[in-house]
Every structure is written in structure tokens, then in C-alpha cells.
């Protein structure tokens, strides 16, 4: 597996079979950095999502009633060939994203946890057997598959975030049909089938349709194969899938925006909450979920962490994301980029403090810092998706709890105080679905339930929240004997 496999994977998976789409027009999948053409992707209709799904129905049957320990294998050997292949999956990131070596390396790594979840999970939907009150009468509570899963995955974090429900849907026995995101249609897409199809997987169990709503619409999400759609994008896209499937009573599972703030108390530490502030809000070019868009600081102490923030993003540096200096590599596009400029200039007409500016090359933006944001900024009530950090003051914890939740959004933060109970306490009246003290807001591990409140999305994954999100439970009792018939 090497870069020049792009041409190699940009085809549809379906049934088992690469094959070109039979779209009149083609995804160029584009390297976000030079430029350069990385392959061509014949679209995929409406037809073949349905074959598509149709396959996954076939196949998902068989699937259900392996072995599960048969099936835990599948997904050991997919461990390995990630292990075996880190160095080209790695390659393939920063070529399709723009993302640094060590980003890619660290997508990778959290990967591989999660498949390692997903062998044991295979595992794990046992049943019970619950007491009636009625004499001779057995209950017995299955936990069974959904069927099929509809999976969309974003462009941000593509190779994780496409294995984590892909590989948890196929552990509970589930059949999986992937749109991913067009921008990484390799590295979120047909990368993880070829992984699952030379480790063993049976063919049509999992399908990849590259394509696009300019070609679809809605038959993805309108199918009437899938019973659970899995998606993690833009919280506009989240609620217009909710609208759509909840017209055909289907379940979903929504990993959507963020607008987080990491809180420096007046007790804090502040060269460590500057390093975890700086850490969770230029990782990755800012471009996730979980980002630490507002930084906000108490009054007490807001000279000295922004004067030492300031001196630590003045020194990260933009540039070629292959170079191991760089810290910052290229957005998707240069509309992004210019979006993100934009904004940078709406704030400072607004009286912010332009602190860093970062220059706009092309797609390469780099770092800026706005300071003396006003706490009630339209800016604080949107997600910035980019290389631009918010800096709020405020006067104690009242006005920054207040500062925190006036927002339509809920899903990640971090408070920094030296008494861990103040920072837990602090924590509890955050309106998110997670939350850390003493540490960055950039988290995600395989136990662990993730998900968010309000615009941040619907329903979680990881721990017990995956065996709800991709299984059902089914009532089945057993009378032994005759039951007295009411009279």
C-alpha cells in the first residue's frame, strides 16, 4: 500500500466488487497542500446505493449467526494489517488532509484502540434471563442486531471516526453501507474496506458508496434497508438527517459541531493550562469537533496566560505538512481559508484585539489569537472551524458559567483550578457531554460514552452507549406448562 494506491481505491465497493460508479460526472480527490490531483471517482447513483444496500441485507444474515469468536478474529486481523501498514496509512493521511505526520499518527493510534474495542465487543451482546410474575413462564431478553447501518463520515479525523461505527457496527453482527465525506473519500472510505477485505470479511457485509448529495439527494437516508443512520459532520447537515429519518421512525446517531471553551480558573496553573489551551485549540488546524475555540480566563490572571499564549502561538509554525516542524498544515479549501480570514477580520471591526494574525496562502492559514473578545460576541455562539483562538476575560466562576453555556452548542471543555472537587464541581454545571478538569478538550477513548448536548448531536458511542446505538433488544418468553387464561 503506498500514495499511488488512490487510483487503485477510488472505486466503489459493493458486494465485494470494486467497480466504477455509472455517475456522469467524477470526485476529484485533490491533495489540500500542492494541489496535485490524487485520483479521479466515477460518482455513485442513487442504483447503486441501493445495490448497495441490498448487499448489506443479503450478507448481514450470515454475519449475525457466526461464531462470535470467528468474527473477533476478522477484526484481530484488521488490527494487524493497520499495524503491518501504519507507515502508508499514515502517507495517505497527510496527503488526502493536510495533516501533520504527528496528527496522522495520533488518528492512527486512537484507531487501533478502537478496533481493539471493537474484537472484544464482538463478544459482548449476551442476553439475561428475567423473572415473571406469572408461574412456569421464562423470560429470556436477547440482544440482536439492528439489521443494516447507514454510516456518514466526516472529512475531519476520517480514518478514525469512519472505524469507530463501522467497526462497531460489524462487531454486533450488523451489515454497514459508508458514505464518506467527498474530500477524503480514501482515507474515510474505501481504506477501511480494503483493510476489512483482506482480513477476512465476507463479501457484501461492508459496502463503500463514494458519491454526493448533488447526485443522490436524500435515497442514502430514505433507503428502506437501513434501520440506524450513523453520522458526524456540521450540526445543519445533523439536523436535517434527524428530520428526514425521524419521518420513517429510523434511529440515529449524530456526532455534530462544537464550540468549545477551555475556563482558566484564578488558581490554576498557567503554563500548563497555556500549553493544554494551546495544544486544544491549533490541533489539527483547529478543524475538529472537540476544539477549544474559546479560551476564557479569569481577570486575575488573564495578563499573564495571554502573554505567554501569545509568545507560544507566535512560535507554531504553517507550512508543508510533511515537514516534521510544522505544527499547522493546509484547510480543505481555499473558500475555507478565506472564511476563516473573514472572520479574523469581522472581529477585529468589532473591536477585538488582533494579537497574532496569521498570514492566508492558498489553503495555508496560519495561527491567529483575538483578544478581548466581548462576552456577548455573535463570534462566541459559532463554531470556527480553523486556526483562531477566542480569548474572553471575566470576574469569577458565576459569570464564566454563564459565558460557557450561553451557547446553542455542548459537546466538549475543560476547566484548569488547582483544587480538582472546585474544577469537578465546575464541571457538573456544564451543559456538555463531556467535560475535563486539568486537561485539553481534545479526548476520545473506546469506554467511554461520547457524544454531546443541545447542537452537538444525538445519542453517543463508545462503552455500553455502542450496544444501544447498533443493537435491539427483543422479548421472547417461554411458558412451560399451561397459563391460566384470564377470565
Given at each position: 500500500m503506498s500514495?499511488?494506491?488512490f487510483t487503485?481505491?477510488a472505486?466503489?465497493?459493493i ?6 460508479g455509472?455517475?456522469s ?6 491533495n489540500p ?6 485520483a ?10 441501493d445495490?448497495?444496500y ?13 461464531n462470535?469468536?470467528t ?11 493497520v499495524e503491518?501498514r501504519?507507515?502508508e496509512i499514515?502517507?495517505?493521511l ?7 505526520r504527528?496528527?496522522a499518527?495520533?488518528e492512527i ?7 481493539r ?9 449476551d ?9 412456569g ?9 439492528v439489521g443494516?447501518?447507514?454510516v456518514?463520515?466526516?472529512a475531519?479525523?476520517p480514518?478514525l471516526?469512519t ?6 457496527a460489524?462487531?454486533?453482527g450488523?451489515?454497514?453501507?459508508l458514505?464518506p465525506h467527498q474530500?477524503?473519500p480514501?482515507?474515510?472510505?474505501t481504506?477501511i474496506a480494503k483493510?476489512f477485505e483482506?482480513a477476512?470479511l465476507p463479501?457484501g ?5 463514494l458519491?454526493?448529495i ?7 437516508l430514505?433507503h428502506p434497508?437501513?434501520?440506524v443512520i450513523?453520522f458526524?459532520?456540521s450540526?445543519?447537515?445533523g439536523?436535517?438527517i434527524?428530520t428526514?429519518?425521524?419521518g420513517q ?11 468549545s471553551a477551555?475556563?482558566v480558573?484564578?488558581?490554576?496553573d498557567i503554563?500548563y493550562a497555556?500549553?493544554a489551551a494551546v ?7 483547529g478543524q475538529v ?7 476564557l ?7 499573564e496566560f ?7 502561538v ?8 510533511r515537514d ?17 480570514s473573514?472572520?479574523?477580520?469581522q472581529a ?6 488582533v494579537l497574532?494574525r496569521g498570514?492566508t496562502t492558498?489553503n ?6 483575538l483578544g ?6 455573535p463570534?462566541?455562539?459559532?463554531e470556527?472551524f480553523g486556526?483562531?483562538a477566542?480569548?474572553v476575560?471575566?470576574d469569577?466562576?458565576e459569570?464564566a ?9 455542548g ?8 483544587d ?5 464541581a465546575?464541571a457538573?454545571?456544564i ?11 481534545l479526548?476520545?477513548e473506546?469506554l ?6 443541545k447542537y452537538s448531536g ?5 462503552g ?5 446505538a447498533?443493537?435491539t ?15
Amino acid at each position: 500500500m503506498s500514495p499511488s494506491c488512490f487510483t487503485d481505491l477510488a472505486q466503489q465497493y459493493i458486494d465485494g466488487e470494486w467497480r466504477p460508479g455509472t455517475g456522469s460526472w467524477d470526485i476529484i480527490d485533490v491533495n489540500p497542500y500542492d494541489g496535485e490531483k490524487l485520483a479521479s471517482v466515477p460518482i455513485a447513483t442513487a442504483d447503486e446505493v441501493d445495490l448497495a444496500y441490498r448487499a448489506a441485507a443479503r450478507a448481514q444474515r450470515a454475519w449475525a449467526e457466526a461464531n462470535p469468536y470467528t468474527q473477533r478474529d476478522v477484526f484481530e486481523r484488521v488490527l494487524r494489517l493497520v499495524e503491518e501498514r501504519e507507515a502508508e496509512i499514515a502517507d495517505l493521511l497527510t496527503a488526502e488532509l493536510g495533516g501533520t505526520r504527528t496528527r496522522a499518527a495520533l488518528e492512527i493510534g486512537l484507531a487501533k484502540e478502537f478496533l481493539r474495542e471493537a474484537a472484544q465487543l464482538t463478544l459482548r451482546a449476551d442476553g439475561r434471563i428475567l423473572p415473571s410474575p406469572v408461574e412456569g413462564r421464562e423470560n429470556r431478553l436477547y440482544r440482536l442486531p439492528v439489521g443494516v447501518v447507514g454510516v456518514i463520515s466526516p472529512a475531519t479525523f476520517p480514518f478514525l471516526l469512519t472505524v469507530k461505527p463501522v467497526a462497531a457496527a460489524l462487531a454486533l453482527g450488523n451489515g454497514v453501507v459508508l458514505k464518506p465525506h467527498q474530500d477524503t473519500p480514501v482515507t474515510g472510505g474505501t481504506l477501511i474496506a480494503k483493510l476489512f477485505e483482506d482480513a477476512g470479511l465476507p463479501p457484501g457485509t461492508l459496502n463503500v458508496v463514494l458519491t454526493d448529495i448533488a447526485e443522490i439527494g436524500d435515497a442514502f437516508l430514505e433507503h428502506p434497508v437501513p434501520r440506524v443512520i450513523s453520522f458526524a459532520g456540521s450540526d445543519k447537515v445533523g439536523r436535517h438527517i434527524a428530520t428526514v429519518c425521524g419521518g420513517q421512525l429510523k434511529r440515529t446517531v449524530l456526532e455534530l459541531g462544537g464550540d468549545s471553551a477551555l475556563v482558566v480558573l484564578d488558581d490554576a496553573d498557567i503554563d500548563y493550562a497555556v500549553d493544554a489551551a494551546v495544544f486544544s485549540r491549533y490541533a489539527d488546524r483547529g478543524q475538529v469537533c472537540m476544539a477549544a475555540n474559546r479560551v476564557l480566563v479569569d481577570r486575575s490572571v488573564a495578563d499573564e496566560f495571554t502573554e505567554k499564549f501569545v509568545a507560544k502561538v507566535g512560535a507554531l509554525q504553517a507550512g508543508d505538512p510533511r515537514d516534521p516542524q510544522t505544527a499547522i498544515g493546509p484547510v480543505t479549501s481555499s473558500l475555507q481559508a478565506a472564511s476563516i480570514s473573514a472572520i479574523v477580520e469581522q472581529a477585529a471591526a468589532e473591536g477585538a484585539a488582533v494579537l497574532v494574525r496569521g498570514e492566508t496562502t492558498d489553503n495555508l492559514v496560519g495561527p491567529s489569537v483575538l483578544g478581548d473578545v466581548a462576552a456577548d460576541s455573535p463570534l462566541l455562539r459559532r463554531e470556527v472551524f480553523g486556526p483562531v483562538a477566542l480569548l474572553v476575560r471575566f470576574d469569577g466562576e458565576e459569570e464564566a458559567l454563564r459565558i460557557v453555556n450561553g451557547i446553542p452548542y455542548g459537546l466538549s471543555g475543560a476547566v484548569h483550578t488547582a483544587d480538582v472537587e472546585r474544577g469537578v464541581a465546575f464541571a457538573k454545571r456544564i451543559d456538555t457531554g463531556l467535560f475535563h478538569v486539568n486537561d485539553g478538550t481534545l479526548h476520545d477513548e473506546p469506554l467511554f460514552p461520547f457524544g454531546g448536548e443541545k447542537y452537538s448531536g444525538i445519542g453517543r458511542l463508545g462503552g455500553e452507549s455502542t450496544l444501544d446505538a447498533f443493537s435491539t433488544l427483543k422479548w421472547i418468553s417461554v411458558q412451560h406448562g399451561r397459563s391460566a387464561a384470564p377470565r
